[in-house]
Each structure stands twice: as structure tokens, then as C-alpha cells.
């Protein structure tokens, strides 16, 4: 199976910040990467399909880039409805899998 | 709006089976996938397998092989996750989500499964 290494597990930032998370593949998925939003107690929410590609309705601070093994996820400034969990998903090969989660939390 | 509707909250004895359920509306059920993902508590979200609710084929996580069917009724777009021989690590929230290239775009609320003796 492909692995999903995703940092940092937790990220503490400010108001306004700009933050990024990674995620590494164990092996090239070219792009087939999404990336997720799950606030407490609520289903996941697809944010970026395609490594880069925003989601219907996705506001435009949420942005993602890479291919191949890298990847990262980028809240331009991030807000007080932005604290959640996000997690990259690989989709290149079955099984699906999901890196271990960035925990966002305001500092 | 598309909407994705799982079945209440379950309590189960060790070794028994859970089926829970997830009906769909606001779109055309065979044109798309239906997954299924879980989450233990205070982890993360696990993949356990996928059905084309057009041909009914299906696809299961090697982890949950022998003890997984998902299956589904057109009449009704819902789909059903039956899971065996549970155990107490099988506590966990279970989602469906729709399917379409594997991106995951709506789910439903998930569905609390607890395993206790």
C-alpha cells in the first residue's frame, strides 16, 4: 500500500497567519492527491481535488500544489472557522489512503 | 441538494455484525461510487472499501476483507456496509461518502458504532 506522511501533526498559529501542511507519498502518485477539512463531531469536507484544484464553493485562501511524492496544503490567513483537522488522500492506487492529520489550532 | 442520510447509532456484543445504512438523494444513485470510511475515536479516517452503485461491483480495504460486504438497492439509492466478528477496536464513527474519480465530495453525518461487552 501507498503510505501518507502528513506534518506537522499539530500546528498552532495566529489570527492572520499563513500556514502550510505537507504530505509525502511513499511513491509517485502524480497528482492524484485531494485534501480535506474535518471540523469537530462533523463528516470530512473536500476541499482541493487534484493536488490543486479548489472545490465548488471552496474559498479561494485554501490552496494546494504539488506532485510526484511532495505536496502541500496552504491557508493564506488563517481565521477563527478554519481550526479543524485537514488530511490529504491519495487516489492514484487502491486502497484509499489518508495521511495521520494536521490538527490547526489558533495560538 | 445531494444529501447523504446514515442510519442511527448502534451498540453491539463482541463477535456480533453491524449493517449500517446510507440513503441518498438529490442525485442520480448509479452514476457514482459509494465509499466507506471509519474513524476510532480520536483518530484518523480510515478507508474500508468502495461499490459502483451502478454495476454493484465492489472493492474492500485487505484490513476489513473477510469481514466486510457492502452492498446496495437502486430502488431506494441506499447503501449498506455490513461489517463482522466485531471487536472493541471496531468502535468508531463509519461514513459513506459519494464517490466520483475517488474524491470523496459528499458524505454523510457517519454513523456511531460502539462494541462492548
Known amino acids: 500500500d501507498i503510505q501518507m506522511t502528513q506534518s506537522p501533526s499539530t500546528l498552532s498559529a495566529s489570527v492572520g497567519d499563513r500556514v502550510t501542511i505537507t504530505c509525502q507519498a511513499s511513491q509517485d502518485i502524480s497528482t492524484y492527491l485531494n485534501w480535506y477539512q474535518q471540523k469537530p463531531g462533523k463528516a470530512p469536507k473536500l476541499l482541493i481535488f487534484e493536488a490543486s484544484n479548489l472545490e465548488t464553493g471552496v474559498p479561494s485562501k485554501f490552496s494546494g500544489s504539488g506532485s510526484g511524492t511532495d505536496f502541500s496544503f496552504t491557508i493564506s490567513s488563517l481565521q477563527p472557522e478554519d481550526i479543524a483537522t485537514y488530511y490529504c488522500q491519495q487516489y492514484d492506487k487502491l486502497p484509499l489512503i489518508f495521511g495521520g492529520g494536521t490538527k490547526v489550532e489558533i495560538k | 441538494q445531494v444529501q447523504l442520510v446514515q442510519s442511527g447509532a448502534e451498540v453491539k456484543k463482541p463477535g456480533a455484525s453491524v449493517k449500517v445504512s446510507c440513503k441518498t438523494s438529490g442525485y442520480s444513485f448509479s452514476n457514482f461510487d459509494i465509499h466507506w470510511v471509519r474513524q476510532a475515536p480520536g483518530q484518523g479516517l480510515e478507508w474500508m472499501g468502495w461499490?459502483?452503485?451502478?454495476?454493484?461491483?465492489?472493492g474492500y480495504s485487505q484490513r476489513f476483507q473477510d469481514r466486510v460486504t457492502i452492498t446496495r438497492d437502486t430502488s431506494t439509492g441506499t447503501a449498506y456496509m455490513d461489517l463482522s466478528s466485531l471487536t472493541s477496536e471496531d468502535t468508531a464513527v463509519y461514513y459513506c461518502?459519494?464517490?466520483?474519480?475517488?474524491?470523496?465530495?459528499?458524505w454523510g453525518q457517519g454513523t456511531l458504532v460502539i462494541v462492548s461487552s
Open positions: 461518502a459519494r464517490g466520483q474519480v475517488e474524491l470523496l465530495d459528499f
Open positions: 461499490m459502483s452503485a451502478n454495476r454493484g461491483n465492489t
